[in-house]
């Protein structure tokens, strides 16, 4: 473990009012000692590293200038929020971020005050500062009181819909908020589109904001006759020129850009907002993601997201890899189908590297589309370029694709365009927590008609699911996957087409039958060598599909044996549910079959590693052999004993 940093000036801070009684310098101080204070949390936890050193001057002067939490800072995204927790009453607990019982990696309503609205995923900030606005304009009232509301919305996290749709709003209502652009030129993946490329026009626009500002001076000067006149001339002037235009024309004012590190410039810029802003204010800061941590500022992603790490070398402690990760089998099943197809391509929204799609966006570069943060964009791109006649697989979190399921149902579902959804970080993903988790895609998306679902039980089931999705084209197919390792299987050279629909008996056995989706099933088998040495050989199907079920495989297996029980990693009204519909409408349960469906409970479950919250959710191998055992009827030791 690396030495504690010493942080006498930090030390003297307990809550953000502690920071009003420093000078200036003092506070540039306190921000120099805020930042190696976070660059050794984090190498004790691990997380998201460089966003966080993007802000940590950002972060010192909100908190000395506005008046937290009576003001309202929401952070845009959460994992900005490190600095802001060590000032905020967490420092003592800063070294348990991300872990089991520890502080959570994003800001989280009932773990501060200080947080005012959660955020895990992107651009929601400009909406909920507005709310607070309107409801401290009409008398609303919570914890801390209402006064100012602040936004601080990274560039990345400003390429979404969202964003501009509350900035419109705002813009209309006119009321007093403040959104801080944090433009470092580096979300997740290096960002793109048109806005990127506004911003970064803006960097070359400083000196036109001296000529606006002495423009506007200079009109109120001339005779009333002639400031209409004027007036128009400067406006023309604008639209000719780099500058704040889009953001004014959306009617906020708009202040910068600024170096976002200077507190020479950040503290009395804040200060005079502060004081004067009547309205919407719009206030654009440059920094630097990973700024003064030279390992994260030469790191590809600015040090995104880090194991722990050493600080001197800023050298990764990871765990040895036994097996290729899904989202690796993945992206190389997805190459070596597109050099064979022609047709195929792949969407993905900022996550060309976490969906696996990296090396498909070298390899076939015209071919690889990453939207940005858009969702909603994303699916309906997809739609169109399978009505096109491209075979698009669109590649997103099975946490990130909720936000585009309404173009999931009418753009893609209605239409039965043969879209491929691959669906990654299904299930409970450990540290990044409820937020993160892939709870509700088999439910969501398998109660669409048309639509066909598929999980993979190991890394070989999902080459064999991709070469399945490539060679579907009578509507859409999404298939799952979790984050981390495989189990360790041997991957077959191709991948083979599977029959849509049909699942596969992996043990013959008797009295209880365990039909699995997806990757519990290796946990099956565990929890099926405990069942073997009571006396109990289950029967254990790999289901493939949820949607089409494999109607005979099911039916076949209630009518042999006394019980069956389903196991998936999702929520209540997925693979289980269907199951129990196909067993009631075929009339099974009159013959007196045991059912039992195993899912993800109806809770949302806090970080930890993804062994402790699936045992949490009660779906590992030991809660698999009880549950058998209680459906056959057979009390343990435990059992009796409680």
Known sequence: MSARPQTPLLDQVTLPEDLKRFSDSELTQIAHELRSETISAVSETGGHLGAGLGVVELTVALHAVFDMPRDKLIW???HQCYPHKILTGRRDRIRTLRQEGGLSGFTKRSESVFDPFGAAHSSTSISAALGFAVARDLGGQCDGGLGDAIAVIGDGSITAGMAYEAMNNAGHLGKRMFVVLNDNDMSIAPPVGAMSEYLSRLYAGEPFQELRSAAKGAVSLLPEPFREGAKRAKDVLKGMTVGGTLFEQLGFSYVGPIDGHDMDQLLPLLRTLRQRATGPVLLHVITKKGKGYAPAEA?????HATAKFDVPTGKQHKAPSNAPSYTSVFGNALVEAAAEDSRICAVTAAMPDGTGLGLFAERYPSRCFDVAIAEQHGVTF???????????????YSTFLQRGYDQVVHDVAIQRLPVRF???????????GATHAGSFDVAFMANLPGMVVMAAADEAELKHMVATAAAYDDGPIAFRYPRG?????????????????KGRVVQDGSRVALLSFGTRLEETRKAAEALVARGITPTIADARFAKPLDRDMILELAANHEALITIEEGAVGGFGSHVAQLLADEGVFDGGLKY?????PDTFIDQASPKAMYDVAAMNAEQIEAKV???LGIATLDSKRA
């Open 76 to 78: 845009d995204v959460g």
């Open 299 to 303: 790191a590809r992603d600015k040090g």
């Open 382 to 396: 997809s739609a169109a370029l399978a009505a096109g006649g491209m075979k698009p697989f669109c590649a997103m």
């Open 422 to 432: 691959a669906i990654d970080r299904a299930g409970l993903v450990g540290a990044d």
């Open 485 to 501: 390792e495989g189990v360790g299987v041997e991957l077959p050279e191709r991948g083979e087409v599977l029959e849509i629909g």
């Open 596 to 600: 039992r469906s195993m899912v993800l």
């Open 629 to 631: 055992l209680d459906a």
